[in-house]
């Protein structure tokens, strides 16, 4: 393995061909709940959605610099660094936004000159991922030359979708994008696509799903175990407050008795119910993509 991808072999990229499809909420939360658990991470946000910011609460309070420091980094060739650094414990991130606009056509411009343009973020974030244990990349959904620039620095990709037809036609602009990417990359990989939004009793559903998601993507992206549950509420309460699912479950659970609203005379504190269920479902994710990597490095070790 050439030296720049032993760098980026704890880089795992969230990538889907289309929007809406849980990109942005399995990357920040799997991401979050690492950290929490001590491994030393590195978020960064590619979209210039810069959702990631909303989902963590750094977009509220002004703190995001919409993707500046990543665009210049990137167009400067000077290593990243991070731009919210200790977003939470253990978790630093480069932060995205609009700014990344003007890079989509730096390098539309770049491409139509060179090929050389697809390693640009994987020079800059080299040097600085070695001293991470995991580093998570969000992309855009629609930004084929970024989602270029990320599929280059990545060993890693997993890939959210949704269990309808429409979500998994859009894993088959991805896998195009892996083919290309492949070029530039031959150690990028599936490390495995995730069901998501999904009713509670969807055995079925994962049943039907799991054939069409491996078709989609040329056999090549087993499914986890886990899956993430239609919770949208909850979801929707999180990115408003800027809190992990995780988080947003801990103050459910503190959350006041009943009673006591009622004593005193107020409306209880509204409960968003499936906060505590959804983020359990983020651990077993989080868990199987960790333990997955783990294997692979170890077999990878002793052969
Ligand atoms: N567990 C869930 N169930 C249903 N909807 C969800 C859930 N989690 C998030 N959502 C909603 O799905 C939408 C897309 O999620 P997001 O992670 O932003 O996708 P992407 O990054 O792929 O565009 C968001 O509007 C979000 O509120
Ligand atoms: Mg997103």
Not at 2 to 14: E, K, S, Y
Not at 113 to 132: C, E, I, N, W
Not at 133 to 156: E, F, G, H, K, M
Not at 225 to 249: F, P
Request: glycine share 8%; net charge negative; aromatic share 4%.
């Amino acid at each position: 393995m050439a030296d720049v991808m032993r760098d980026l072999a704890r880089v795992v990229t969230f990538a889907n061909g289309k929007g809406g499809a849980g990109k942005t909420s399995t990357a920040v939360n799997c991401a979050g709940l690492a950290a929490a658990a001590g491994w030393k991470t590195l978020l960064v946000d590619l979209d210039p959605q810069g959702n990631v910011g909303h989902d963590l609460g750094y977009y509220w309070d002004g703190r995001t610099d919409h993707g500046q420091h990543l665009v210049d980094a990137i167009v400067g060739g000077r290593p990243l660094q991070p731009v919210i650094a200790g977003a939470r414990d253990n978790l630093d991130v480069v932060s995205g936004g609009e700014v990344l606009d003007d890079l989509e056509s730096v390098i539309t411009g770049r491409a139509q000159r060179s090929k050389q343009f697809h390693t640009m973020l994987a020079d800059v974030l080299a040097p600085v991922a070695g001293s991470y244990d995991l580093v998570v990349i969000d992309t855009p959904p629609t930004r084929p030359n970024l989602l270029q620039l990320a599929l280059a620095s990545t060993r890693w990709i997993v890939v959210p979708t949704r269990a309808d037809r429409a979500s998994i036609e859009g894993l088959r602009l991805l896998a195009n994008q892996i083919v290309t990417a492949r070029a530039t990359n031959p150690h990028v990989e599936i490390l495995g696509s995730v069901l998501f939004d999904v009713s509670i009793a969807a055995t079925a559903v994962r049943r039907n799903a799991s054939d069409d998601i491996t078709t989609a993507l040329d056999g090549a992206a087993p499914l986890f175990e886990a899956v993430i549950r239609h919770g949208e509420s909850a979801a929707v309460e999180a990115r408003e407050k800027g809190l992990l699912v995780y988080e947003l479950a801990e103050r459910v659970d503190s959350a006041e008795p009943y009673w006591k609203a009622l004593k005193e005379g107020r409306k209880p504190t509204r409960l968003p119910g499936s906060a505590p269920a959804l983020a359990e479902d983020y651990v077993l994710l989080c868990q199987e993509i960790l333990t997955r990597i783990d294997r692979i490095e170890s077999n990878e070790a002793s052969a």
